[in-house]
């Protein structure tokens, strides 16, 4: 896995991330959560393009992608919590060391989905 070290990387993870939760919802069944997830995706992608500017290019430290890894082979009710649980921590961990606001607040966005 890779570190999560630009703004750049922890948007497209999101983004990524958020394709296989809906690719993970519409193989068990669960439509409506496939299409929760493939919103908030293609809203990730927005953020990203527009606020890529020079100073979101700043180094950002701590964050590595195997500590948000998702196991999606499991189905049952608990696999399905700790899913969400990653990606609410996810959020949680990374929306704090983003310096748009704009972006911030996306992210923060999806992990109160997640966690709520």
């Known amino acids: 896995m890779s570190s999560l070290n630009t ?5 497209s993870y999101a983004a990524e991330m958020e394709g296989q ?4 919802y519409a193989g068990i069944g669960n439509a409506e959560r496939a299409k929760t997830a493939d919103k ?13 500017v020079e100073i979101t290019l700043e180094p950002i430290e701590g964050l590595d992608a195997a500590d948000y890894a998702l196991d999606l082979a ?3 009710a608990e696999g399905q919590a700790a899913v969400e649980n990653i990606a609410a ?8 060391k983003i ?6 607040r996306a992210l923060e966005r999806c992990g109160r989905e997640h966690a709520g």
């Open 21 to 24: 939760l809906r690719d993970y």
């Open 89 to 96: 921590r996810f959020y949680r961990d990374v929306a704090p």
């Open 99 to 104: 310096n748009v606001r704009a972006a911030q």
């Open 74 to 76: 499991d189905v049952s």
């Open 7 to 11: 703004f750049g990387a922890i948007l």
């Open 40 to 52: 908030r995706r293609i809203k990730l992608e927005r953020v990203r393009r527009e606020n890529v």
